[in-house]
């Protein structure tokens, strides 16, 4: 049963054998079709020629004789040392040329003259072995011509001669190559490589980051606008000008990136004025990528950003020019180096609890630099009220951490911060704004028995809603402006209305006790409530703790939805713009008038904003509104709108200060 199995294994592997050989054959003769033409040579007059040559010329026969037994040898050694290649026609006769037949080489089939009652196959004829050919005479050549052509059969075996086992290997090692060789080509012909993927496979990448950086230089240049008709002869005329009254829209940043994000955050770079920071919440779109994003902008380069981050809240180093700040939504701090890539080259720990060692739990919502270049601190706060302070060298652990709380509230003690600001004269004060919508000054160092954390002696009742930014007047000239203003501040909240502060400079003696005490909040109903009154959880009026209620100079009434942010300008003391939900954005001037807004306009889509920002350079006449939809809308005003008039500014900002007051 073995032996016949083995028999039956053995015939098996022929017939595959025969079907592999049968299909390169037609695949060979296929191919040698495409490439190559038939090519026909007269038979008659050929050989009528020859003979006639040979008969006149004796001399010429054994030369010929020579000639063609040396072409023999030659051809026989040249086709023993190199493998054969594939003819274009084969003929049984050397002188009766008879018509062409493409036979394609096979490494596993043989010519030999077999029985003619053997079957015969004569579709592919394969090409006689060098060995067999021989070279006749003209006698021998007019004999053979009169003689009837022998018929040539083929076996279907595979067949196997010892005389012909070196010429066999070598054919059928050149045909494998040949067939290694057509299949590579199959390969790569069947998944052809585009030029994209060309140029990943063979260009570095410090040739990919060469030609990113090369072709934005490019695209900052195309985007320069220039008016090539302009006609120096004439006088320019005022048609089609904007008017010195108004804001002129410049251009609109956005990307498919940026679909269906809102804008939670500006910042201007101060080294490079032309950068600006914009960060985006996460996209609503289930199959993208739902993590927040940071783009940074170019002025010049209007189509893409220059690069992009993963953040939610930026800041820009007002120290470095390639160093950004990013706050998450799982409390994480991010430091990004735009020299590094798109990756952050530093990150604070990933805590699950707020502590002292650990750093923030709860999304991060404000973030600011102090110090100097030498020395620089981020102060970071989130909504669940830590306060921490880090060094810009290391993030692995905050330098400082305060967890503030509310004494006054008679539920939680704890404080939901959603903005903050340093005080610009002072570093160790700042601001900070809730959710409630009170404003509480805290400070993050002991100092003069009073401890660090949330002053509750003097609380800055304003807001009915919760506070959406607040930010501390700039004082651009420092020390040398006629006129301190830094004890000024902004806010901006969700009760449609922007408030003008002044911060007290020491704490404010305590109010004798009576019985008109109730919960310091700008809401009647909040502030009188027996569910908010500490009276009803604390025993009466003996326990209650002390506070002053510290009201705005100034608020701004004229907005019709939630105001979102609000900034001042960095070289005008009294010039500040706010933006709000119903998609206005409006430019105040306290030397004007307190009441209305200087200036006012609406982005071309009427989508809500959410920031706006001015630009750090000198003079600031541009400013940047951030959508809803994602889109960042650059403005400009006139220039002599925005720089402020020597001293008399500050003078007649003082003067109306006093009359607030």
Known sequence: MSSRRAEIEAKRAKLAELRRAREERAKRAQLIDDQQAPVTRPKEDLDALVSSILDQHPDLSST????????????????????PEIPESVSVSSQSIQPPNVIPITPHSDLYHANPIEESNTHNAPRASPLHDTTDTPKSQSERASAPTPKILYSKEVQTSPIHDQDHTERASSSHGSEDGSSHLNTRASSPTTHTELIQQNLGHDFTDFLLAKSAVIERVLDEEYDVMTDYRHMPTDAGEPTSDSLRHLHTYFDVSMDTRSVTDMDWSTIHPELLAVGYNRSRKPASNYDGMVAVWNWHLRQRPEFTFQAAVLLASPFHPTLFFGGTFSGQILLWDTRQGALPVQRTPLSFSSGANTGHCAPVYSMRTVGTSQAPQLVS?????????????????????????NALHPRSAEVGVTTLDVCTHDPTQFMLGTEEGNVYAAARYDRAGVAAGLDTAAVYVGHAAAVTHLEYHPN????????DFSQLFLSSSMDWSTALWRALDKRPTAPS???????????????????????????????QASWTAVHPLCRFENQIDYVMD????????AVFAHVDVAGRLALSNLNTSCERPWLTATTPQGRGLNRVAWERGDPATKLAVGAMDGRVHLYEVAKHLVVPRGDAEWTQMQEVLEALA
């Open 566 to 573: 609000v900034r001042w300008h960095p070289q005008h003391p």
């Open 64 to 83: 010929t004789d020579s000639i063609n037994s040396s072409n023999v040898e030659s051809q026989a050694k040249h086709e023993t040392e190199s493998p």
């Open 381 to 405: 706060a989130s909504i669940d009220g830590l306060v921490c302070t880090w060094t810009m060298d290391m993030l692995a652990k905050p330098q400082e951490s305060i967890m503030l709380s």
């Open 513 to 543: 006790n009576t019985t008109a005490y109730h919960y310091p909040h700008a809401n009647p109903r909040i502030a009188t409530s027996t569910r908010t009154n500490p009276l009803a959880f604390r025993g009466g009026i003996k326990n």
């Open 476 to 483: 651009p000239r420092g020390r040398n402006a006629p006129v």
